[in-house]
């Protein structure tokens, strides 16, 4: 007897309504006093982060790994580094977050290993070994000149391989020498990182943000880069057919777990047209980084242009956008509107009186677009990047100012006591004492509260996560759009200049100033400052306030 059929189940994936939130373990929190965070320190603040109102976690890598690169070079993807904790503790934080109605999708990074990999060790005993072709090797010429002209990704003097004189063969590593590439060609090699990947799914992750993953195609015959290119590493022009195929059956294994498993892609191509060509036919990413916003300055042109391409890419083919401010790898987005005004000539006392704000209108920006945000780990405390004295830089890819630890709280340890010996890994962004997490919560008018009714209003219907977006003309300096779903209807509008500004009303076309863009009879549904919430919106906006304005009479946010 055949069972009556379920009504084809139309809602939207979860990951379209989410809220993601980048947790770089090693900053985030210490759970045994050896000033290196930890999986411990994930699970002693996950009611925190539920408290915030996000949906899921994106933790970047806890894998043995001789942290060369801080986790991006493993040595065994199938268990966590003692320094980080056990499997054991992982399976328990993935319950924990479940129960607290937290996903978690974890890195993967299918590009390379670590040259201590196992794989990697075997493969450098020479030309006949097992593993060798799991790895990219080319034979040494007379003239002594690498392969290529490909430069690696850190060191951008240096060459993407590395001679190895035993075999007098080089390797490929589009990152450090110590990250050999991974060779794709050989099926071994993607059977394997499929079984990583099934290894984590089975576990119960719900996810995984993909490492680089528009390199693991490479064009056969490794042609040299174009000359108008040169210096500009080739993880960052990688961008070959055979990746997409590769991708369909990565995505094939996903779509065969239960539950919308999800995977985000790092597509570090400049370009959003070319991101957009990972998504596939539907078929390919779920999800894509674009990096094109996450550099943009605090403009108005630049992010028109930023959601006019998006738009324009994505759309067309039915993908949806992500939208990111901050991360591990980029100086965070408020020390990068500082010193981009620094660099435009803004004198350092606007610069300081600006930097919040700008702070909370990007949170504003960042929270009704369409499309999935991923905060960064302490935005939400509008962190700025650590001041980090030279002899305590540790990363060949000079990203340690955005990877300061997370302050907890204003004791001196701010939260990070350590044990006899031991110092925290990285100095604190500045101004612990002020701008940390119990501080901040204390206070109902802080960023961090900012943060927080942001993404209640944007859980609170659709308009603000799948809505439509129509971009609005309302001023000069102002970027402003209206996200509507069905009758629920929100005007975004965020003054990205110093100074006040009227709003004119005029319409997308600019054609006149009556209130074609819908903004008369709107009351304040929320102010990146605060101000004015509940009530009529007065038609003109401060330096760098942006507003949420609703339709009619609005729910109070909490
Ligand atoms: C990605 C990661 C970065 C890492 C690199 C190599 O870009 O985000 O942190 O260094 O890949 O794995
Ligand atoms: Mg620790």
Redesign the pocket.
């Known amino acids: 007897m055949s069972s009556p059929m379920a009504p084809a189940d139309t809602s939207p994936p979860w990951w379209k309504t989410s809220v993601f939130y980048q947790i770089y373990p090693r900053s985030f929190a210490d759970s045994d006093g050896d000033g290196v965070g930890d999986l411990g320190g994930i699970r002693s603040h996950l009611a925190d982060l539920a408290w915030l109102g996000i949906d899921a976690l994106w933790i970047s890598p806890f894998y043995r790994s001789p942290m060369v ?1 801080f986790g ?2 493993v040595s065994d993807y199938c268990d966590v580094d003692p320094l980080f904790g056990t499997l054991e503790e992982f399976d328990l934080l993935v319950g924990e977050a479940h129960a607290l109605g937290l996903r978690v999708i974890i890195d993967w ?1 299918p ?2 290993t670590s040259d201590q990999h196992p794989w990697f060790i075997d493969a450098a005993t020479g030309r006949g070994s097992d593993h060798r072709d799991w790895y990219v090797w080319r034979d040494a010429t007379a003239d002594g000149a690498p392969p290529n002209n490909w430069v690696s ?1 850190f060191d951008l003097t240096a060459p993407a391989w590395t001679l190895d004189e035993a075999s007098g063969q080089w390797y490929l590593h589009l ?1 450090e020498s110590a ?1 050999p590439d991974l060779n794709w060609d050989q099926p071994a090699v993607e059977e394997a990182m499929h079984d990583v990947l099934r290894f984590w799914l089975d576990r119960g992750v719900d996810g995984v943000r993909a ?2 993953i528009h390199c693991i195609g490479k064009d056969p015959d490794l042609p040299d880069d174009p000359p108008a290119v040169a210096g500009i590493p080739h ?1 960052a022009l990688n961008d070959v057919p055979v990746t997409h195929q590769r991708l369909r059956a990565i995505r094939r294994l996903l779509d065969a777990y239960p539950g919308d498993r999800v995977i985000v892609g ?1 597509v ?1 191509l400049l370009s959003t047209e070319a991101v957009a060509t990972y998504y596939g036919q539907g078929d390919e990413l779920h999800l894509s980084f674009n990096f094109p916003p996450l550099l943009a300055l605090w403009q108005q042109g630049a992010w028109v242009r930023c959601i006019e391409e998006t738009v324009a890419a994505l759309d067309s083919r039915g993908a949806w956008p992500t939208w990111v401010l901050s ?3 980029n100086p965070r987005h408020r020390t990068r509107y500082d010193r981009a005004g620094a660099m435009l000539g803004e004198d350092p006392a606007t610069t300081a009186r600006r930097s919040e704000a700008r702070a909370r209108a990007a949170a504003v920006l960042l929270l009704t677009l369409r499309g999935t945000p991923f905060l960064y780990q302490g935005e939400e405390l509008g962190l700025l990047d650590g001041v980090i004295p030279p002899d305590r830089r540790v990363d060949p ?1 000079g ?1 340690d100012g955005c990877r300061s630890p997370v302050p907890w709280d204003g004791s001196p340890d701010h939260g990070w006591p350590t044990a006899e010996g031991a110092e925290v890994w990285l100095p604190f962004p500045p101004e612990p004492g002020q701008r940390n997490r119990q501080a901040l919560e204390a206070d109902a008018s802080s960023i961090l509260h900012l943060y927080r009714r942001l993404i209640g209003l944007r859980h609170r219907g659709t308009a603000l996560s799948l809505g439509t977006l129509a971009l609005l003309q309302v001023g000069e300096g102002v970027l402003a759009y209206e996200r509507r779903s069905g009758d629920e209807s929100y005007v975004v509008a965020i003054n990205l200049t110093g100074q006040v500004v009227e709003l004119t009303g005029a319409d997308a076309d600019g054609a006149d100033t009556a209130d074609t863009a819908g903004l008369h009879g709107r009351t304040v549904a929320l102010s990146s400052d605060g101000n004015d919430e509940g009530r009529a919106f007065s038609g003109s906006l401060r330096g760098d306030q942006a507003v949420v304005l609703a339709a009619a009479a609005p729910p109070v946010p909490d």
């Open positions: 690169d991006y070079d990074v590009n390379h990704s990152f990250q490492d680089v993880s790092e570090y991360n591990h790898d890819g990203r």
